[in-house]
């Protein structure tokens, strides 16, 4: 079976599952009817709704897309509601099961949208061999403006610059439209320190040149399979790709720096193996959302096993960053907004391992 049919089936199958299921199998239980009929009647659409969601995520209808995705949202989150709700209906009766979910619905929605809106402010403390004093900085990642207003923007500035930052690294994904502007962008350029940045998947699905100058023009550098020294770190960026069998060959380009500690930003978290490998001893990352919202974080982790949060390795660490914004829908349900707070801990002798202590 070609890779195309097996796209167009997974995607029919999620327009099912979030779309269409949920919405038919309330609206039917609110009318009092068993939604098993109509609910296999629906899948029959599911291909034509998948073409429709493509359409408006390819096209340049902004305001069309957001709907969609915000559909897509509010059917993802009624989902694990309705068949919790299904023992109700078939116990007691559909109405009782509708009026239950609907109930429930509106107020995860509610939550799921304050998740969304709150950003975390989470610890990550390293200790670094050969490291003489304390360095403090800032991961921002997936912040998505475009799904998420310039407004948003703001806000991430201002939290980030309260934690007073040797400077901020941003992992990819700041924006995931077209249609953003350097004016978008302005919120960056208030940075009282340098920012650095690798690009993601997203920079790439959209016009790319335009995107990079945009960010450019903010005083951001953008690291592209390229390092920068900032004091006794090397910092590199490296490019998102589909295929982290790449990553080795671009580390090995990029050499060895004998009197910097490396830090990696590579947008995606399966790059961490290239990055043990070259010896890295701190690589960050995003991309994931965390799932986002709850239950798709379960196939998100069958795709990244390290899907969230800190992980050590062969006296190595990867941390994933569950991301500051959203894609899609500005919703979370089950995960959390963050920007990490990396503090890089002293260890002047190189004998010195890894701090392993990480709150949840």
């Known amino acids: 079976m070609s890779s195309s049919i097996v796209w167009r089936l997974a995607g029919a199958a999620a327009a099912w599952l ?12 609110l009318a009092g009817l068993a939604a098993l009929p109509y609910v296999l009647v629906s ?6 709704i998948f073409g429709q969601v493509m359409g408006a995520l390819r096209g340049n209808a902004t305001r ?4 969609w995705m915000l559909a897509f949202g509010c059917g993802a989150v009624l989902l694990p509601l309705t068949v919790l ?3 109700v209906a078939m116990v007691f009766s559909p109405r009782t099961a509708g009026l239950l979910v609907l109930v429930l619905w ?3 929605l509610v939550h799921a949208r304050r998740q969304a809106e709150h950003i975390d402010n989470v610890t990550l403390a390293v200790t670094l061999p050969g490291l003489a004093e304390d360095l403090r900085f800032v991961q921002l ?9 310039p407004g948003f923007l703001e806000r991430v500035v201002d939290q980030a610059m309260a934690h007073q930052p040797a400077f901020v690294v941003i992992t ?3 924006l995931d439209e077209s249609r953003i502007e350097r004016d978008d962008l302005t919120a960056l350029s208030r940075f009282d320190c340098p920012v650095y940045l690798c690009i993601g998947n997203h920079e790439r699905y959209v016009d790319l040149d335009k995107a990079l100058d945009a960010i450019a023009h903010q005083g951001v550098t953008i690291l592209r399979d390229d390092s920068i020294v900032h004091g006794p770190l090397r910092i590199i960026g490296v490019d998102d790709r589909d295929r982290p069998d790449e990553l080795p060959g671009v580390l090995t380009a990029l050499g060895k720096d004998a009197e910097r500690i490396d830090v990696l930003l590579y947008h995606r978290p399966d790059g961490w193996s290239a990055a043990r490998a070259a010896g890295i001893p701190l690589t960050l990352s995003g991309h994931t959302h965390g799932g986002q919202i709850w239950p798709f974080g379960l196939l998100v982790k069958r795709q990244y096993p390290e899907m969230t949060g800190r992980f050590d390795r062969d006296d190595k660490t990867l941390y994933v960053s569950a991301g500051t914004g959203t894609w899609g829908p500005a919703l979370r349900l089950g995960t959390r907004s963050e920007m990490t707070i990396v503090e890089l801990l002293a260890s002047p ?3 010195s391992g890894y701090s392993s202590g990480f709150p949840p």
């Open 18 to 29: 979030t779309l269409l299921a949920p919405p038919v199998t309330l609206l039917c239980w």
């Open 43 to 48: 899948l029959l659409l599911s291909p034509l």
């Open 64 to 67: 069309l897309k957001h709907r």
């Open 85 to 87: 709700g299904t023992p």
């Open 106 to 108: 509106v107020v995860a």
């Open 141 to 149: 990642s997936d912040i998505h403006v475009g799904s998420r207003e």
């Open 172 to 174: 990819g994904d700041l």
């Open 349 to 351: 002798s190189l004998a």
